[in-house]
């Protein structure tokens, strides 16, 4: 009976520790925020009750250390070594240990579409040249008797990646800081992992060199407009345009490739019925077993549906259906991210502000310590024809 009352005991001061960190996140970073990091948290305390482990990789001790270092930034125990970071920082940036950076970087991998299927580079440099193939698909040549094989030109290009500082600034209240317990570094890598995947999935998709191109509005991308006068998003045929769409792709490419589009532009095109009233797509476009089973990378995000056997992904970045209406508008992809170059300089650090305005208030007055979590990396297309972006007629 003593056991099972430590056990309830521990599950109150977990819940209490997730109720006052959603209140005070509510604050800075709004409700649904939030509720996405809550629900990571708690995602990971069940994988693991599970499998003795969640997605992090790190185990309690280290995520209490991790705590004790973002407490010690935040009460001025822990001073910047000016020589680890870029900046001279008289405010007490650290870096994040390697690890704890792994673990964002991991988690972050398991909640946004770009992290967890584009192709990584890591980077030692500020800049990274990667191969850009803008040729044609190559076949090669006979040689006939005594004569010279045939010479293929290849269409190599380069595309930087160029790495930009992101930044992930919110407040917590001293009193929480000086009594956090462990749950608090979940809840400090979750916060740091779903901004940085947002972002990244973010920039990825519809990037407009602020500061990296992402697939919507990259030149290079193939296009697909609908036909004159379909203007709305309805118009797209969710048979015909999908599959003329999939034709553009090379077969080599397609392996891994998916749909994407908003949420609710996809709860349209699965209810598309055909003139007797019967839904296009199979079961409504639900994921079949084969489109779950081959979805990239492990334990990322999971498809809405499908097409024609391809993945559906919703991204909240892409057009919702309110958009719908406007000519010359992109509102869905098709491509695969293998294609897509995310380029990684792995350091990260933590920095500690105890006055300034954040969301408006001066943290000092509010008894409160602002946390700056920064991080440099780089996104770029390797293979713009790996992507076929529909949009509604110009006219």
Do not use: C
């Not at 792709?249 to 699965?270: C, I, N, P, Q």
Request: glycine content about 10%; proline content about 4%.
């Amino acid at each position: 009976m003593e056991k099972e009352l430590l056990e309830q005991f521990g599950e109150k001061v977990k819940n209490v520790v997730d109720n006052v960190m959603e209140e005070k996140l509510k604050v800075a970073v709004g409700p649904m925020v939030a509720s996405e990091v809550r629900s990571l948290v708690e995602t990971m305390r069940v994988e693991r009750a599970l499998f003795g482990k969640d997605r992090s990789g790190l185990n309690a001790d280290q995520k209490q250390a991790f705590v004790e270092m973002a407490k010690a930034a935040a009460f001025g125990k822990t001073k910047a070594n000016a020589t680890l970071i870029e900046e001279q920082d008289s405010r007490g940036g650290f870096l994040v240990p390697k690890e704890i950076a792994d673990a964002i970087l991991r988690i972050a991998a398991t909640v946004g579409v770009v992290l967890n299927q584009a192709t990584k580079w890591p980077m030692s440099s500020d800049e990274l040249g990667i191969p850009n193939y803008t040729g044609s698909f190559l076949e090669g040549g006979y040689l006939g008797i005594d004569a010279p094989g045939p010479i293929t030109s290849m269409g190599f290009g380069q595309v930087a990646l160029i790495l930009k500082k992101w930044q992930l600034a919110f407040a917590l209240g001293n009193d929480l800081l000086a009594d956090a317990v462990v749950d608090l570094g979940d809840w400090l890598l979750s916060l740091a992992a779903e901004a940085l995947a947002n972002k990244i999935d973010k920039v990825g998709f519809i990037g407009n060199s602020d500061p990296f191109i992402g697939v919507l509005n990259n030149p290079n991308v193939t296009a697909y407009p609908l036909s004159s006068g379909n203007t709305t998003f309805d118009k797209f045929l969710v048979m015909e345009d999908a599959a003329n769409m999939i034709a553009q792709v090379e077969e080599s490419v397609l392996d891994g490739a998916a749909f994407y589009m908003h949420r609710t532009v996809w709860a349209k095109l699965r209810t598309q019925k055909d003139g007797n009233g019967n839904y296009i797509l199979p079961f409504a476009g639900l994921a079949t077993p084969a489109t779950v089973e081959y979805t990239p990378g492990n334990g990322g995000p999971k498809p809405a549906g499908s097409i024609s056997g391809y993945p559906v992904y919703t991204v909240r970045h892409l057009p919702a259906w309110a958009a719908s209406g406007t000519t010359s508008t992109n509102f869905l992809v098709f491509g695969n991210f293998k294609a897509a170059a995310y380029g990684d300089r792995g350091d990260m650090t933590l920095e500690r502000f105890q006055s300034g305005t954040f969301d408006g208030k001066e943290i000092a007055l509010a008894d409160q310590v602002g946390l700056v979590f920064k991080h440099r990396h780089a996104f770029a297309l390797g293979l713009p024809a790996a992507f076929v972006v529909a949009k509604t007629s110009a006219s």
